[in-house]
């Protein structure tokens, strides 16, 4: 069993900052890419950042509407991933969801979502 906590949403105005947090936990031999997405009701979900290699850097990947502004880094040691959004736009309002591609320790490779944590960016 795999489990994806986030937290960080909230309720900021246009320009400010927030920064997401997931951790996952349970039975995990390693994490081979770890991400961001987020989604609008009524539209599908959305890539927003993601590392996608089992290097502790590896290449990432950002939408274009949020590269220069939103910062993906990673905590392997805590199986924890981040995502720093700056000068945050009415636009970015979403359900942010955190996705981990998990090798269990029973050796079965599998994507696990977490419950999601509210963005809203409003004046």
């Known amino acids: 069993q795999v489990r994806l906590v986030e937290s960080g949403g909230g309720l900021v105005q246009p320009g400010e900052s927030l920064t997401l947090s997931c951790a996952a936990s349970?039975?995990?031999?390693?994490?081979?890419?770890m991400g961001w997405y987020r989604q609008d009701p009524g539209k599908q979900r959305e890539l927003v950042a993601a590392?996608?290699?089992?290097?502790?850097?590896?290449?990432?990947n950002y939408a274009d509407s949020v590269k220069g502004r939103f910062t993906i880094s990673r905590d392997n040691a805590r199986n924890t991933v981040y995502l720093q959004m700056n000068s945050l736009k009415p636009e970015d309002t979403a359900v942010y969801y955190c996705?981990?591609?998990?090798?269990?320790?029973?050796?079965?490779?599998?994507?696990?979502w977490g419950q999601g944590t509210q963005v809203t960016v409003s004046s």
């Open positions: 590392f996608s290699s089992d290097s502790s850097t590896g290449s990432i």
């Open positions: 996705k981990a591609g998990v090798l269990t320790t029973t050796l079965r490779r599998g994507d696990y």
């Open positions: 349970g039975s995990i031999f390693s994490i081979y890419d």
